[in-house]
């Protein structure tokens, strides 16, 4: 009867261990639970913070090119109240506990591949270390591919050449709708095009939006300028420090040599098409949520936009 009695309680006892262990499992797992949504809550909180702050950049940006347009040609402004540059100089403010970083780009001072010359997209591609004979086919294939005749350069590629890929497709005939669109043209790669450890990509110099295919000396970066016949470095030094002080007004002030040759393909008309990025910050992080957009300026208070992308990550 004892040994009866012992098992009983032996029985009972076990019974008693394993509820424990269910019941502290089941808590654990509600503890983890509960932790890992209180975690995702608040990476969720801080990602909208952030996306919430640079998009706060973006309509900051917007403003201050109606503020530029209005007052760039003002010769005197109040010390804090001068424009911003659009030539993707980096602008910072703070909103409370966190922060936004924004560069305003100018379209036209980058080469449109619909509108620009072959000699511009030439020498963009050589100045970043295209050979010789891979430029030309880019340059040219790149004409075939929104030429509406059909007919090819003597670099270049028509449909014959793209309908006999392992996936075949025609030629376009049209003008590029945007700059990725150039991975379908022959010799353009995403080496090429978005860089790699050796060189920088031609993507941040390129554009569909510059409504000319003219360099516009005021906006843009020296590897575009350099894409100018005739320009040497130390020029577009000289033409990117000039434009820390003011905006250039006549060309022959920041150019001397071969200005002739120079001529045909620089204007200081400012577009109205304007790139913007801007990344929101949480505390003094140095990452922070990215965001990309193109508008066109289309009166004194209107404005569409043209692209939207939200998150953007830089191409390195």
Known sequence: MDRYNDAQKGMALFIVLWILAILMVTVLS??????????????????????FLAEAGIER??????YRRQNVNNAVTPEGFEPWKADG??????????????????????????????????NLLLN??????????????????????GLSRPHGAGSSYYE????????????????????????VTPAILYGDSSRKGIIAFLTVNSESGLVDLNYAPKEVLMSIPGMSADMADAILQYRQGQNIRNPQDVLSGNYQAMQPYITLNEGSVF?????????EE?????????VKIEGNNK????YFKNPAYKVQ
């Not at 940006?61 to 109606?66: P, Q, S, T």
């Not at 100089?89 to 620009?116: F, M, P, Q």
């Not at 970043?128 to 005749?149: F, H, N, P, R």
């Open 89 to 122: 100089t980096a602008y910072s403010d703070r909103v409370d506990k966190g922060s936004y970083t924004v560069s305003i780009i100018g379209e036209s001072g980058k080469l449109d591949i619909n509108k620009s010359s072959g000699v511009l997209l030439k």
């Open 30 to 51: 509600f503890s983890f639970l509960t932790r890992t949504e209180t975690h995702a809550t608040l990476v969720f909180k801080e990602t909208a913070a952030r996306k």
């Open 128 to 149: 970043s270390g295209i050979k010789d004979d891979e430029a030309d086919t880019i340059v040219d294939s790149l004409m075939d591919w929104k030429d509406t005749s």
């Open 61 to 66: 940006a917007i403003f201050e090119i109606f």
């Open 303 to 306: 404005y569409r936009y043209l």
């Open 286 to 294: 140095k990452a922070g949520y990215p965001v990309l957009a193109t």
């Open 275 to 283: 790139t913007i990025e801007a990344t929101g910050r949480i505390g």
């Open 164 to 187: 006999s890929l392992p996936i075949p497709y025609e030629v376009k005939g049209a003008l590029f709708d945007t700059v990725e669109e150039l991975l379908l043209v022959k010799g």
